[in-house]
């Protein structure tokens, strides 16, 4: 079974500015980043999604395969699909309140 439901190759993320701290979270892991920019936070968010996988892949099969599963809370869930459905209707006019989603690449899954 893949370890993503959505697609192996793509790890959807969202993004919000919280005060002056922008926040990146991974829908697929759970993991987030914070850090003063928005490029600044989904950078940390790659590095960190690339040796979570890394590490994980280390792990025995069974230790492996919760890892890999690891999703974020449902609220994380419902802002990738608020975000997306107010960019689809209004294009990024969310942009500027600092709400974004994006997906970066999956690092190799092939041990899985």
């Known amino acids: 079974m893949p370890a993503h439901s959505h697609s192996p190759s793509v790890i959807r993320c969202i993004a919000s500015k919280e005060g002056s701290q922008y926040v990146a ?23 960190q999604i690339k040796d979570y996988v890394k590490t994980a892949l280390t792990e025995t099969p069974e230790f492996r395969s919760a890892l890999l599963r690891r999703r ?6 419902f802002n990738w699909y608020r975000i997306k459905f107010f960019n689809y209707i209004g294009g990024n006019r969310r942009a500027d309140k600092g709400d974004q989603a994006f997906t970066e690449e999956s690092p190799p899954l092939a041990l899985v």
């Open 25 to 47: 979270m991974s829908l697929e892991f759970g993991l987030a980043a914070q850090a003063d920019s928005l490029a600044e936070a989904k950078q940390k968010l790659e590095a």
């Open 72 to 77: 974020a809370p449902l609220w994380a869930y």
